[in-house]
């Protein structure tokens, strides 16, 4: 069967960009888009691949990352979709990527001019588990009143002596809208500020849509008295020996054996000694 | 002692002269019911105004168009804010909610609407002095056992959630949260009537020096006239949403010159 170049229709995609246009001018703000069904179900990207469809031309280079690896079961479907109903060039190297759509990781490598992250995001909105009501969020990103989060981070810090949020770490947008940098880990956060790529980000169930254009200050929130700390493995990569990765955890056996590897597979191939 | 922040907020010189509140010809109606008719008030720094009255009189939807949470039909409500004595209606959302989160409190009566249940107190406590900006963890916390202090609630109970607080402690705890921005205005909403009498008792005295401690400006509106005795100045008394009789404490109560108010205070249960 054909399908038009990206899978969506023309029309989908203009608006989409039109969307996504609007997002650029006002960083870190959530827009809401005509997001389509996508063949395939809620929480698999269906956010990150429409904004890829949208803006992807036949001259751009995809890698898709999925928990920071090429080879994962999401990052390798995703590529083959727009593989097929694009037909253009895939990567799994970054430096050669210029649309990189990721799920949970920023790639070690440093970004470049010219280069577009697409973030997947669950939930657009970082006040959700504070605010169950969307009318009242909206409100609260209107004023600028972001005193709810920072009751969490207190109550982080007077429970646990930290704040114990690894990922989907709140971060302050060009210093006026509060934003959730989708579900990557608090240690990849600071690769957010001032990255010269493009970063957009798309939630395909909740229909949202956000963006941070490049050169942008991306700060995390945090107290005078408690800054911005995330936590990172204390072992180097079991396979490239990298220090200065972020790892997954792996455990070998039974008796709780453990090994950590750069989570970024990219990254850890070209450090290999 | 935090003083660092109390020489902002303590009444102006010329706020002291004039009244911070200002209420004109107010009239409410809910659809075709009139709940409000042609209702005036003053309110001046340093004194309590207890507006009192049966249930359905009127109080509790005066009070919230005082405090700008309902739009009068008719009539308009003045306020001190930043920029002098300003129409309510004219305020920006974001002015007038400025104003209700620093420069107003609000203390209702069931604390548990006020409260965030699932925070821990010290938490509940400093959530206005973050809203200000404040964003130091330590000093915030300071704060924290500072007014914990001064509501008279342990201060080992820092931390604790305030499902596991007496009701008697969860109005405490409001009012700390409420009264740690140091407001000039405060408005209070039936405060003690969810307590037992001894517990009022010990909330009233709290408050009574609370308030004329930071000499703030009050509007209690109770149906309790043992509780408007106690803390007010002067009182107001409201019937099918009009202000029937209004005057010095000891006047309205010992001398009372109408009909419903004669009623009112001679049906208090003697003690």
Not at chain 2, 247 to 261: E, F, K, S
Request: hydrophobic fraction near 40%; include cysteine; charge should be neutral.
């Amino acid at each position: 069967m054909d399908y038009n170049f990206a899978y969506l229709d023309e029309q989908s995609k203009r608006a989409i960009r039109r969307s996504l246009l609007k997002a650029v001018a006002i960083p870190g703000h959530q827009l809401p888009f005509a997001s389509r069904e996508m063949p395939l179900p809620y929480g698999w990207g269906t956010g990150g691949i429409q904004l890829t469809a949208a803006i992807i031309g036949k001259n751009d280079v995809l890698k898709v990352i999925d928990q920071g690896a090429d080879d994962t079961t999401n990052a390798v479907s995703i590529r083959q979709f727009f593989a097929r109903v694009t037909g253009v060039a895939t990567t799994t190297k970054t430096v050669k990527a210029s649309i990189i759509q990721t799920r949970h990781r920023i790639p070690e490598t440093p970004l470049q001019e010219g280069q577009i992250m697409v973030y997947q995001v669950p939930m657009p909105e970082p006040l959700f588990k504070l605010e169950p009501r969307r009318t009242e969020t909206r409100i609260l990103h209107a004023l600028g009143d972001y005193s709810l989060m920072y009751l969490q981070l207190y109550d982080h810090i007077t429970r646990y002596g930290r704040v114990a949020i690894g990922y989907d770490f709140p971060v302050m947008v060009h210093d006026r809208y509060l934003m959730s940098p989708s579900p990557i880990p608090a240690f990849d956060v600071p690769k957010m500020h001032m990255s010269p790529a493009l970063q957009i980000f798309g939630a395909g169930r909740e229909k949202q849509l956000y963006a941070v254009p490049p050169y942008s200050r991306v700060v995390p929130l945090a107290f005078d008295d408690y800054p911005f700390a995330p936590l990172q493995a204390q072992a180097p990569c079991a396979i490239c020996g990298s220090q200065h990765s972020y790892k997954d955890e792996i455990i070998l056996d039974d008796k709780g054996t453990r090994q950590y590897i750069c989570s970024d597979t990219d990254y850890c191939e070209q450090h290999r000694c | 002692m935090l003083t660092s922040s109390s020489p902002a907020h303590a009444p102006k010189p010329t706020t002291a002269l004039g009244p911070v509140l200002i209420a004109q010809n107010l009239y409410f109606q809910f659809g075709n019911q009139i709940v409000l008719r042609d209702v005036s008030l003053e309110v001046f720094p340093g004194e309590v105004l207890a507006i009192v009255g049966e249930s359905g009189s009127g109080k509790s939807t005066l009070l919230n168009l005082l405090y700008g949470n309902l739009t009068p039909s008719q009539g308009i409500v003045q306020a001190i804010s930043t920029t002098g004595l300003q129409p309510l209606s004219a305020l920006s959302q974001q002015t007038l909610r400025q104003l209700q989160r620093s420069r107003w409190g609000y203390v209702c009566q069931n604390p548990r609407d006020a409260l965030r249940m699932t925070i821990s107190a010290s938490g509940n406590i400093i959530e206005r002095r973050m809203a200000m900006g404040l964003r130091h963890y330590g000093t915030l916390r300071q704060e924290a056992r500072h007014w914990l202090e001064k509501v008279e609630i342990d201060p080992a109970r820092l931390d604790d959630l305030p499902e596991t607080f007496s009701g008697g402690m969860l109005q405490r705890l409001q009012i700390a949260r409420t009264l740690i921005s140091q407001p000039a205005l405060l408005y209070l909403d039936e405060p003690t009537s969810g307590l037992d009498v001894s517990v009022q008792a010990a909330l009233l005295d709290l408050l009574r020096k609370l308030v004329s401690k930071e000499q703030m400006a009050v509007l209690l509106v109770t149906h309790d006239l043992a509780v408007a005795r106690l803390l007010a100045q002067r009182i107001a008394v409201m019937r099918h949403g009009e202000i029937i009789e209004a005057g010095l404490a000891d006047q309205v109560l010992d001398d009372p010159q109408h009909p419903y108010t004669q009623l009112l205070v001679s049906s208090v249960l003697p003690a």
